[in-house]
């Protein structure tokens, strides 16, 4: 038996590890073995590679006594593993070969894994990203969060609209994780709480067990693992057998039913907060199980709390998290003998909380009287957070308002650092939604933009770019992403720019045939793919697009002789299930989808695609293959954006607005490769103020006008002038996003697009640009400015040496 040892193997090697796999883990033999069974095998081959530098990695951080990061976050949205570990491990190559020595194809092994989708966009997929590059810049951490058995609801059409049902990745076994049923706390929810001498104790009505799986997250190179925690709810007494024995077989597992549902379903929100209490528990649920977890770590190297920051960093991602800074303090109390006092600033200083919105709709709040009957004890303690806040600097209460518990507020106070994720939402946060909290702490507000992976962005999802990287610049650049800019100086090399251009192709064709084989439908790779991937919001604004794509088809067929630029418009994304609008928004584009393709005078010209079900694993695929990436949110509400990233990255310029990131990545790749348009953020603020602004945008312009007339008259329904006659009239009285402001601007931008398309040799350049000049982006950076701004922990690459982590 070849039992690994080192993070590498040979092919014979990996193959023999396979088949010990196969035989010993799967119980299958190889004449018998579905793909299932060699995927599994596969993962298990891999998992093993990383257990040794996972275990170093532990051995190292509880030697150097140092400080460690909690990153809690409610979504991971993790995707598929395989690539990820091959790639990481440096073992890609010989996968692929001892497979087909085994007779089985890698390329279809790796897509049979289904995606952990632990999330529900940005957020989620931003915690994945800073996963792989705490690992890769080898600083010990732990991410924390719920294992749900279902993720994000699969999203199917049914006549053009959206429909949902239950994502099932945990159906057959997930290779990557260990089950640790020893690592195991107790969560209370309810009850009241007693008072003796001024001691408090808890007497929770119900409680729950939250049970840890790990999965090691390995780092670039494999020289470092992480840990990814996260807590699936059981029963306490799993099964009532005189219940059963009563022959109420039902009854006799409701305790266990009632249980799981804590942690059964993700949420499917993102900009939207449910207020339901179910997700109050389960925000309670894993950040209660979290601290209790770090803490215990902490008690097993230091004898008593009062060194507690020096040793811990909690970031909060998100309010989602943000009972972690009253949890803390009750542990520190109630258990541990603190004084308040004492213990809200104890706590303060291990806890920092990212922004990730400024929209009202997404911050959350809770009603007292539910959140008190939750977690009383926590009510009472967040009554004494406030007292101190206000103790300390006067003012009014912040955190309670209207009747209901501000979790933003209370994250803001109980953190010493709280972040946005781009420049401009870091301002306008301090503008905006904290702007009193901002005059009161002003030196607590700081930015970190966001950033990606380039692992998986660039290196595993785009194979022909990565290969002309390297033999351009050499192979280094996927943990220095700066290094990009050595492109610079090929790009005015015509020959390079050719490669380029050919990656480009080889994506363009893979996703055509990858299309072609799932959807049925043949696209046109010499076209145009122009992409908007991401969630459903009226505030990204997918149906400006569609308006503008109706207009040009409008202006096809008025001019058929006209100099067009062919185009593939595709769109992928998911709305939440309750918000009606977004549903329409899919609908509509699904119904002029029909019409449009089905046009023989613009068929080789025009083809809308949008395939369902968007997510991880599609984004790689559609990324690599875009040459416009849609970027074009109402300014001053996207908070950063993260796509708009990976598509400069893999050489697609953005058109959009100077919203989220969008701004830095302009000033990075330089305007001449960015195609922006329209109102700024704060001019959008000051066109609210005008009466009837969207009505008078649409007069002013014939051409929304008539594409608005066209929907409200059933032109893409059939004749049902019903449908789309709420899209349509929102759009006239309301148009909260400005897409009838920003219409005509947007509509020129993408004719300078389609000039600029047409000249293939400057297309070339740009694309280059904005894959040399992105740099700057990679989440290495980002976490890197967390390490140093926020926690006080050293990473690979520091030379900075932080008094916090000098043990
Ligand atoms: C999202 C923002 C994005 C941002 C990601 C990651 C939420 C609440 N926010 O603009 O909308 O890129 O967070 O920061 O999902």
Redesign the pocket.
């Known amino acids: 038996m070849t039992q690994a040892t080192s993070t590498k193997l040979d092919k014979a090697a990996l193959s023999a590890e396979i088949l010990r796999h196969l035989k010993y883990s799967i119980g299958k033999d190889a004449a018998h073995a579905s793909r299932r069974d060699w995927r599994m095998s596969l993962s298990f081959a891999l998992r093993d590679l990383v257990v040794d530098p996972w275990f170093a990695s532990t051995r190292k951080s509880y030697e150097a006594k140092g400080k460690r990061v909690y990153y809690l976050s409610m979504e991971f949205l993790i995707g598929r593993m395989i690539e990820d570990f091959s790639v990481n491990l440096g073992m890609e190559e010989i996968a692929k070969q001892a497979l087909a020595d085994l007779g089985q194809d890698y390329g279809l092994i790796v897509v049979d894994e289904p995606d952990a989708a632990l999330g529900?966009?940005?957020?989620g997929r931003?915690a994945a990203c800073f996963m792989d590059s705490l690992a890769t810049l080898e600083i010990p951490a732990y991410g924390y969060g719920i294992r749900y058995e279902h993720g994000l609801f699969e999203q199917h059409f049914e006549n053009g609209r959206q429909v949902e049902t239950a994502e099932k990745w945990l159906t057959h076994r997930n290779a990557w994780e260990f089950e640790r049923p020893e690592v195991s706390y107790h969560i209370g929810f309810g009850g009241h709480v007693d008072v003796d001498n001024g001691h408090h104790t808890w007497h929770p009505a119900e409680q729950v067990i939250a049970s840890a799986y790990d999965t090691p997250i390995v780092g670039w190179k494999g020289q470092w693992a992480n840990t990814l925690r996260l807590w699936a709810a059981k029963s306490i007494t799993l099964f009532d057998l005189q219940k059963f024995n009563e022959g109420n077989y039902l009854a006799a597992t409701e305790p266990e039913a009632l249980a799981r549902t804590i942690s059964r379903v993700l949420y499917p929100d993102?900009?939207t907060n449910t207020g339901k209490e179910l997700r109050l528990k389960q925000e309670y649920f894993f950040t209660a199980a979290s601290i209790q977890d770090l803490l215990r770590r902490y008690l097993s190297e230091h004898s008593d709390l009062s060194n507690l920051a020096k040793h811990v960093a909690i970031q909060l991602n998100?309010t989602h998290p943000a009972v972690a800074g009253p949890e803390l303090v009750r542990l520190l109390v109630d258990l541990h003998g603190f004084d308040m006092t004492e213990a809200i600033e104890t706590a303060r200083e291990c806890l920092g909380y990212t922004n990730?919105?400024l929209l009202p709709e997404?911050l959350e709040r809770w009603p007292e009287g539910m959140f008190a009957y939750v977690l009383p004890r926590h009510h009472q303690i967040i009554r004494d957070i406030e007292a101190y806040h206000v103790g300390h600097v006067g003012g009014p209460s912040r955190i309670f308002e209207h009747g209901e518990v501000k979790m933003g507020e209370l994250a803001f106070i109980m953190a010493h650092k709280v972040n946005g994720?781009s420049a401009l939402h870091s301002d306008l946060v301090k503008q905006t939604v904290f702007h009193d909290l901002h005059q009161t702490y002003p030196n607590r507000i700081i930015n970190e933009t966001?950033g990606i992976t380039p692992r998986r962005w660039l290196y595993s999802c785009n194979p022909p770019l990565r290969d002309l990287i390297n033999e351009t610049i050499g192979t280094e650049w996927p943990a220095d992403l700066a290094q990009l800019s050595g492109l610079v100086p090929h790009i005015s090399d015509a020959g390079f720019i050719e490669k380029f251009d050919s990656a480009k192709r080889q994506n363009k064709e893979r996703l055509s045939n990858w299309m072609q084989a799932r959807h049925g439908v043949l696209l046109n790779p010499d076209a145009m793919f122009d992409i908007q991937i991401k969630r459903i919001h009226e505030y990204k604004r997918q149906h400006m697009n569609l308006l503008e794509t109706i207009a040009y088809w409008n202006d096809i067929k008025d001019n058929p002789n006209g100099n067009w630029t062919p185009r593939v418009k595709i769109f992928g994304g998911k709305a939440a299930p309750g918000y009606y609008f977004a549903k329409d928004i899919i609908n509509l584009i699904n119904d002029v989808a029909v019409k449009i393709n089905a046009d023989p005078a613009t068929r080789d010209l025009l083809q809308i695609i949008y395939p369902e079900n968007y997510n991880v694993s599609m984004a790689e695929m559609l990324i690599p293959a875009a040459d416009l990436s849609e970027q074009i949110s109402t300014a001053g509400k996207?908070?950063?954006?993260?796509g708009n990233m990976k598509f400069a990255l893999n050489g697609a310029p953005t058109i959009g607005t100077l919203d989220?990131a969008n701004v830095e990545i302009r000033e990075h790749v330089g305007a001449e490769n960015f195609f922006l348009f329209g109102l700024t953020a704060a001019e959008v603020v000051e066109r609210r103020h005008t009466h009837g602004y969207a009505r008078q945008a649409i007069e002013a312009s014939p051409r929304i006008a008539r594409v608005l007339d066209q929907i409200a008259n059933g032109e893409f329904s059939d004749g049902d002038t019903h449908r789309y006659g709420g899209f349509v009239h929102n759009l006239y009285e309301h148009d909260y996003f400005m897409v009838t402001c920003d219409f005509d601007k947007y509509y020129a931008a993408q004719r300078d697009v389609d000039t600029a398309f047409q000249d293939r040799a400057r297309w070339g350049k740009m694309a280059a640009m904005n894959t040399a000049k992105i740099g700057w982006f990679s989440s290495d950076r980002t976490i890197e400015g967390y390490a140093r701004d926020i926690w006080g922990v050293r990473h690979k690459n520091s030379n900075f040496r932080s008094d916090q982590s000098a043990a």
């Open positions: 529900n966009g940005g957020l931003l993102d900009t998100d990730h919105t997404a994720v966001n996207e908070a950063s954006g993260t989220g």
